[in-house]
């Protein structure tokens, strides 16, 4: 008796498992979804490391001699932090500021005891190049401006050339207005020609004097020039081959 009621509770089991509703065999889950079978855009890749740090890899430069290729990896323990090998400062540090290929150079100590000042360094994944500035503060609204050193000096150096003309010009206009009224006293005063003469050449002398002594005091001591690299990444598939 016991085997029979078993027999007939295990067909029971079998015919609830038969009739189980299948949500893919359902046609009116099949009308809704038959206009879009074979349209469905496939999921997007993973993004890899290249994708995310593009900066990292090798470079090539053929302007730079003391520098010739330069080496960026990820730092191992923090991933916003990258290291340049291959400069002539030694192993840096840069931070990433502004993803993905904007880093910022802190002033540091290399491994070998050397001192580096900030800098900026930039990656364009559109054209492979890297671009490195180091004596130059890093600025955060427009890091780009770091690079215009040649533009600056220049527009420095012609502003510093107009201004030693402008001095020189009206030391020259004080010089003929303290000759003409030396001249005249001269003329107006004929008894004491050579007591005056002594006097005015003696005032000539102190004035110049002066002159010379302010002129060293505000002479501006130039800075260091700030040193840049410009390279190419190679290509690790072409290189590989």
Do not use: C
């Amino acid at each position: 008796m016991g085997g029979l009621v078993l027999i007939l509770l295990s067909a029971s089991l079998y015919a609830q498992d038969t009739n189980r509703w299948d949500p893919a065999k359902n046609p009116t889950v099949d009308s809704i979804t038959a206009p879009f079978k074979g349209k469905m855009i496939p999921p997007r890749p993973a993004l890899t490391q290249a994708d995310i740090f593009p900066v990292v890899g090798k470079y090539t430069s053929s302007n730079s001699t003391e520098a010739p290729n330069v080496t960026i990896t990820l730092d191992e323990q923090n991933k916003g932090l990258v290291w340049v090998d291959g400069v002539p400062q030694g192993r840096i540090k840069a931070y990433l500021r502004k993803s993905p290929s904007t880093y910022k150079i802190p002033a540091q100590k290399t491994e070998d005891g050397k001192d580096v000042a900030e800098g900026t360094l930039l990656f364009d994944k559109t054209s492979g190049t890297l671009n490195i500035v180091i004596g130059k503060a890093y600025n955060s609204e427009d890091p780009s401006s770091a690079f215009m050193i040649a533009t600056d000096e220049n527009g420095a150096a012609v502003s510093n050339e107009a201004a030693a003309t402008t001095d020189q010009t009206a030391a020259d206009l004080n010089r003929t207005a303290k000759d003409a009224v030396t001249s005249d006293k001269a003329v107006t005063d004929k008894s004491a020609d050579q007591d005056k003469a002594v006097t005015e050449h003696s005032k000539k002398v102190v004035v110049k004097d002066k002159v010379a002594k302010t002129k060293v005091k505000t002479k501006k001591v130039e800075e260091p020039k700030p040193w840049t690299w410009s390279g190419t990444k190679v290509d690790a598939t072409a290189s590989a081959q």
